[in-house]
């Protein structure tokens, strides 16, 4: 079993969340907004476990480019 743990905001340590948007899943930073790579979420109707842990990752390595 994974846990299912988002890191902080890479961006402004804010507390991050997993959003759903039929058909997209991304985990998206309560606070400057900043957001993961959405991936689509074919199981939306049941949160499909598969695509959230894409999301979950891919928020959890995401390197962030600053803007100058
Ligand atoms: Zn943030």
Request: hydrophobic share 30%; aromatic share 8%.
């Amino acid at each position: 079993m994974s846990k299912e743990e988002l890191r902080h905001c890479p961006k402004c340590g804010g507390t991050a969340k997993i959003r759903y948007q039929m058909p997209f899943t991304w985990v998206e930073c309560k606070k400057c907004h900043l957001r993961s790579l959405q991936i689509p979420d074919y199981g939306y109707e049941q949160r499909d476990p598969e695509s959230r842990a894409m999301a979950i990752e891919d928020w959890n390595t995401m390197e962030v480019t600053e803007n100058v």
